[in-house]
């Protein structure tokens, strides 16, 4: 098949599928709200986008968890199903999903818990899952089969994960498997959480939002950096400028022909100053502007948030979406709202399809990628060629 990158529409807040070539699914954060007339119904759009396993489960293969904010978890108790794959229920109506390989990261979560003091019970959930796989790792040794498998992004604090490195990917590393199979036509580059060098660094670190941010390498057929997908949670400021300081030498790393904004367009992404305090004279970060706009030929910025309106409002920022407009008009690329995406009043998943020519935008439709209809809108030719990518 050809991959597919979908953003469910779910206000200021991230849910993220990525489909690779083999059919695997990559799900990056959960916004699930009560459905009603304004807000979609996304966990059945995502369970319809999702396979079955031989006992009739929907299952996602990855589950990317950036940080444990509720606006990334929602739903995460009441949709996924939690401990061994043996106490799987088949009276849950809808089914739960199964999580075969949890993408967990126990340095967020610590600077998470430090930063607001308490978690939601959607967050503890997961965090007691990964605590089982974790424990289950280390009491049997192996990496165990799917439902109980995790890897952990980023080293922990103070050596804790010292004793487990066989599941830990450090900054800087890339992943290359997916449920312990080398995937053909994907890679994925862990750019955050990074360790702080003291504690004083720590602690800017600790109040920046931490996240997981990765840059996700989706191939197609002979190209296999057909897109170059940044994906980087409520990441602020300060993690940009590292970021920015890190790998200003060689840049690769930080291009990208898809980036979701960090922290739903949020001016604080960008600047150290209040959007709403300082209006014009609000400045831009040098450095994090340079991290966030190392956009390839065509690359196209997702804002996953509410409506993006001319007005105070932040996160999402109208001067953020200003700048991130400059960086894909400098590259002939797109900026999309998910808020806004079709209309604001009737919002469906902002998809993208994959092919070895490029990425395009494609209706969003369950069984397979609608052809193109020269009334919806969108853009039958791709929006760059992966060719230019490398
Ligand atoms: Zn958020």
Redesign the pocket.
Known sequence: MKPEITFFPVG???MTLIKLESERTILIDTNIRVPSDKIRDVAEDLRKSLKTDNKGRPYVDVMVLSHP?Q??CRGFEEHFHTGPLENYSDKANPKKIVIREMWSSPLVFRRAKKKTHTLSDDAKAWNCEAKRRVALFRQVGTIGSDGDRIVIMGEDCDGKTDDIMEIVVKAGETVFKICGSIEPNFSALLLAPMKGTDDEEEEVLTKNNSSIIMNYSIGAGTNPTAVRYIDA??AEVAIWEKLWDRHEKNVSALQYNLLNTP??CSWHSLSWDSWSAKKVEAKVSDRARKALGQALPGAVIVASSDEIKDDDNDPPCYRAKQEYEEIVAEVKGEFWNTGAYQTPDKQEPLKFEVSVGGMKRVKFAVAAAAALSANSGLGATPLYHGGEAS
């Open positions: 200021n807040g991230d904010d606006d990334h949670g409520d922290h739903h």
